[in-house]
């Protein structure tokens, strides 16, 4: 059974940067393709980015340039790195095996004066 653990969220500033993380047991990491997802207050769940197994990566193009997303096989884990965050970036991140139609329970970015 996939387990997914996603952190790395908080109150922060505009303008700063945050790395978040998600750490996935139950499957065979190494091969398992794997996304950024994200849900804004009043708004449906969209997609960021997301990355192989072997490190192919796309976007969603209005999140080129400040979203990162990158993965250690060796750790099960999936990073997006966020950065001159804004307030329009509020909101619930989540990380998801591809296809997978389950969900954890994300992790809150809020970004606030």
């Known amino acids: 059974q996939v387990q997914i653990v996603e952190s790395g969220g908080g109150l922060v500033q505009p303008g700063r940067s945050l790395r978040l993380s998600c750490v996935v047991s139950?499957?065979?990491?190494?091969?398992?393709?794997m996304g950024w997802y994200r849900q804004a207050p009043g708004r449906k769940r969209e997609f960021i980015a997301g990355?192989?197994?072997?490190?192919?990566?796309n976007y969603v193009d209005s999140f080129k340039g400040r979203f990162t997303i990158s993965r250690d096989n060796a750790k099960n884990t999936v990073y997006l790195q966020i950065n001159n965050l804004q307030p329009d970036d509020t909101a619930v991140y989540y990380c998801?095996?591809?296809?997978?139609?389950?969900w954890g329970q994300g992790t809150q970015v809020t970004v606030s004066s």
């Open positions: 139950g499957t065979a990491f190494s091969s398992t393709a």
């Open positions: 998801n095996v591809v296809g997978r139609m389950s």
């Open positions: 990355i192989t197994g072997g490190g192919v990566i």
